[in-house]
DNA sequence: GCGATTATGTCAACATCATTGACTTATTTC
DNA sequence: GAAATAAGTCAATGATGTTGACATAATCGC
């Protein structure tokens, strides 16, 4: 009932703000996307594609699972793309040294390029915003978008400098 | 060939830096989406409803072109969901005055209520992130945001308050 | 006024990405 | 040795997008 607590010092967000900062959300998404989407599409691939090859080369040796809980979908969703790019040859599986029933997935070398192929655009894209938007802006931008993740990956992305390559090592320990 | 030029001043921005920006990206959109999506799925809807009630909300009396621009995807698959969510009651069609060709599109008030129950989560997270990361924080994450969205649309982002209200105005004159 | 253009809608076929549910196999754990 | 775990698979289904072709109505230009 109460609402939350704000102390005076922090004024009340006006809702036409928090609104253009869903709008804002939506635009950048939607065009940081579409030059990969254009990479992959006469490959016969997509964005869950792109999505795997990200997460598999910043997460080297990174396991099934560990895949499924970052991008949240289901593994016959996963198994779609990932036994496509397996079977391509960009991604390399191989059993985990402890743990045997694991499948450590790993760039290939053409896996990489394709990786690098397809985050160009998107590295141009980002690296022109943050030089744009100066070192205060780069802070302010990365604090946003971490609040808006849900606290349980927010850990991860804060980790280090691999954002989410802590993951691996981690999770399993927990 | 040549490398772009880039001041003295602005140190080039290290990839390790860009791809964390990438993956903030991800992880913001992917929780950012998810709540409105689990209130559209007990209604048989999903995110493409709520990105037609979101946009129609903000711009009455929006014609079906304008949408699409917004939108950028064919007609054929705008018209699925606008027709579901006219058929439904959520948004009214009324010809244009000057152009009775145009449908020009309005949220019903049981529009407006399911507008209100979608974006209130978003409301919510919006919020709380700003309050985090206070006014110079937000000021950041607007500017990089913009520079990430193509050009075509950047200019109707800063148009005013309504954000993309500007459009419906204006995109026919030029 | 008439032909060209524009705004919108529609039929049909198909691709991608996700889901649920049930079941299998190999391996590890207790 | 039984139970739990990691991964994979078969099958059906749904949401969202695409291309291509065509239809209708209204406006525009001359």
Do not use: C, W
Request: hydrophobic share 40%; glycine share 10%; no cysteine.
């Amino acid at each position: 009932m109460t609402p939350k607590a704000r102390p005076r010092s922090e004024p009340r967000i006006p809702e036409d703000d928090v609104r253009e900062g869903i709008e804002l959300l939506f635009f950048a998404y939607r065009d940081f996307t579409a030059d990969p989407d254009r990479i992959l599409a006469p490959l016969g691939m997509g964005r869950a594609h792109h999505r795997v090859v990200h997460f598999v080369g910043r997460n080297p040796a990174i396991t099934v699972g560990e895949l499924l809980a970052i991008l949240k979908i289901t593994k016959q969703s996963l198994n779609r793309v990932l036994g496509h790019l397996v079977r391509e040859g960009y991604i390399a599986q191989r059993p985990g040294a402890a743990d045997r029933r694991e499948r450590r997935l790993t760039l290939t070398e053409s896996g990489q390029s394709l990786e690098r192929r397809l985050s160009e655009p998107q590295r141009t894209r980002v690296a022109a915003a943050y030089g744009a938007a100066g070192r205060d802006g780069v802070e302010g931008f990365r604090r946003v978008l971490l609040e808006l993740v849900n606290k349980a990956d927010r850990d991860r992305l804060v980790g280090g400098r691999g954002v989410t390559a802590p993951l691996s090592a981690k999770a399993r320990l927990r």
